[in-house]
């Protein structure tokens, strides 16, 4: 897990060629004007998902993981709390969906990071999280999620 702000992000293009694409939607995309939708960058090797949400509270979030795709979960507007954890503190609590890439856990082994506009976070296979917390209350968000295959 790999947590920053996006004045940043350039330091994570040695990461590899399709995370550096992916940062440069971020960054040269008018974000706050997107609507929540699927965009392409690179067929289904790149992707965006932009989504407005609502946080809810951690006693109800859910742990999740990601086989095929890593994640930058960038935030546009509000703020957001996280849980996030190593993959092998956790135990499958729903079976692997190989159609939408998410498996469901569950664990007792974890922490919270709190983002605001402009932040983001990338998960990968190993990185377990539970996203769309809230702060203090439960407020409206808008977030996008960048898809990297692996």
């Known amino acids: ?34 609507k929540p939708n699927r ?9 965006a998902n932009v989504q407005i949400l609502t946080t809810k ?29 190593l993959l092998k503190n956790f135990k499958t609590s729903v079976e692997y969906d190989d159609k939408n890439d998410i498996e469901f856990l569950s664990g007792d082994k974890f922490n919270y990071i709190n983002l605001s506009k402009g932040e983001f976070v990338i998960f990968y296979p190993d990185d377990v999280h539970a996203p769309v917390l809230n702060v203090d ?14």
Request: glycine share 6%.
């Open 39 to 47: 965009y392409e960058i690179e067929n289904d090797e790149i992707f």
């Open 57 to 85: 509270n951690k006693e109800d979030k859910k742990w999740e993981a990601h086989r095929k795709y890593i994640d930058i979960q960038y935030l546009i507007k509000g703020q957001e709390c996280m849980g996030y954890g």
């Open 137 to 150: 209350e439960n407020k409206e968000i808008k977030k996008v999620i960048v898809k990297i295959k692996i």
């Open 1 to 34: 897990m790999i947590f920053d702000s996006i004045e940043n992000a350039s330091k994570y293009f040695i990461l590899g060629e399709r995370i550096k694409k992916g940062f440069d939607f971020l960054l040269n995309t008018d974000l706050e004007n997107l």
